[in-house]
């Protein structure tokens, strides 16, 4: 299993040498429209235009759509929730649906694969220490109402650097216990439920083992929560993040005024 959301790929593309603080605001924006369209040929448009984006950042598109099979049972789980749950006109075909609720089940799973797929770039293009410095930049006017902003960006940027590791983790131990003769597909549901017993305590010992593996390369590091962290270059907005934030504000304003 290869999950792209969360990793980081060093290259040269004009995305990845963008300001953080730009790309996460680009980001943010580009997930809020990804979530405001409301037309399923504008939403196909801006699925074009996320493509785009990922050739412009040199990334590879294979990967990036082989990365999104992990969140497919979400996709699926959603639009079905929507046909079966939204009222409207029935359809024949199918008991208790509606066809309202297979339109609005369509754009929840499309509004869904682009904001993926635009975080993904967005963690790909960006080293772990600038998502950390843009978002303490952005929580910056918290630490006047003393919020620890330092920790909470850490946090955040360790669970989405976390996510390919669990399900990294989590495929090793699958494969290792079917290696051994563990059957995890036939019989009932409750044989299966206990056939999951021998896969979750080898995760959780494999995820604590990496968190502490963590915990201390933090501390060789010098980390100390609540001490303020500097910097050895201190990275300032240049025309190009200047002329990316605009195009990028200008565009994304332009599909939610269509």
Same mark, same amino acid.
């Given at each position: 299993?290869?999950?792209? *959301?969360?990793?980081?790929?060093?290259?040269?593309?004009?995305?990845?040498?963008?300001?953080?603080?730009?790309?996460?605001?680009?980001?943010?924006?580009?997930?809020?429209?990804?979530?405001?369209?409301? #037309?399923?040929?504008?939403?196909?448009?801006?699925?074009?235009?996320?493509?785009?984006?990922?050739?412009? !950042?040199?990334?590879?598109?294979?990967?990036? /759509?082989?990365?999104?099979?992990?969140?497919?049972?979400?996709?699926?789980?959603?639009?079905?929730?929507?046909?079966?749950?939204?009222?409207?006109? @029935?359809? !024949?075909? +199918? $008991?208790?649906?509606? %066809?309202?609720? *297979?339109? #609005?089940?369509?754009?929840?799973?499309?509004?869904?694969?682009?904001?993926?797929?635009?975080?993904?770039?967005?963690?790909?293009?960006?080293? $772990?220490?600038?998502?950390?410095?843009?978002?303490?930049?952005?929580?910056?006017?918290?630490?006047?109402?003393?919020?620890?902003?330092?920790?909470?960006? *850490?946090? /955040?940027?360790?669970?989405?650097?976390?996510?390919?590791?669990?399900?990294?983790?989590?495929?090793?131990?699958?494969?290792?216990? @079917?290696? %051994?003769?563990?059957?995890?597909?036939?019989?009932?549901?409750?044989?299966?439920?206990?056939?999951? +017993? $021998?896969?979750?305590?080898?995760?959780?010992?494999? /995820?604590?083992? %990496?968190?502490?593996?963590?915990?201390?390369?933090?501390?060789?590091?010098?980390?100390?929560?609540?001490?303020? %962290?500097?910097? =050895?270059?201190?990275? @300032?907005? #240049?025309? =190009?993040?200047?002329?990316?934030?605009?195009?990028?504000?200008?565009?994304?304003?332009?599909?939610?005024?269509?």
């Amino acid at each position: 299993m290869r999950l792209t *959301l969360g990793q980081f790929l060093p290259g040269e593309s004009v995305v990845h040498l963008l300001d953080p603080r730009v790309k996460l605001l680009i980001t943010t924006l580009g997930i809020g429209t990804a979530f405001f369209v409301d #037309n399923i040929g504008i939403l196909a448009t801006f699925s074009l235009l996320c493509i785009g984006l990922t050739f412009v !950042a040199g990334l590879p598109f294979i990967r990036l /759509v082989k990365g999104l099979k992990p969140f497919l049972w979400l996709f699926l789980f959603t639009a079905i929730l929507h046909v079966f749950m939204t009222p409207g006109d @029935k359809i !024949a075909w +199918i $008991p208790c649906a509606t %066809r309202q609720g *297979l339109t #609005n089940g369509i754009y929840v799973g499309l509004r869904l694969v682009c904001a993926i797929w635009i975080s993904t770039i967005f963690t790909l293009t960006t080293s $772990p220490s600038e998502m950390v410095r843009a978002m303490t930049w952005f929580m910056k006017p918290l630490k006047y109402v003393k919020v620890p902003v330092g920790e909470i960006a *850490l946090a /955040v940027m360790l669970a989405i650097r976390f996510i390919p590791v669990l399900f990294e983790e989590a495929d090793r131990t699958l494969k290792a216990q @079917k290696a %051994r003769g563990v059957d995890l597909e036939s019989g009932g549901l409750m044989k299966r439920i206990r056939s999951i +017993i $021998p896969i979750i305590i080898p995760l959780l010992r494999g /995820v604590f083992r %990496r968190t502490e593996d963590l915990a201390v390369a933090l501390a060789i590091k010098g980390y100390r929560p609540g001490q303020e %962290r500097t910097s =050895m270059k201190e990275r @300032k907005l #240049n025309y =190009m993040d200047l002329l990316a934030l605009v195009i990028s504000s200008f565009v994304l304003c332009f599909f939610l005024y269509l």
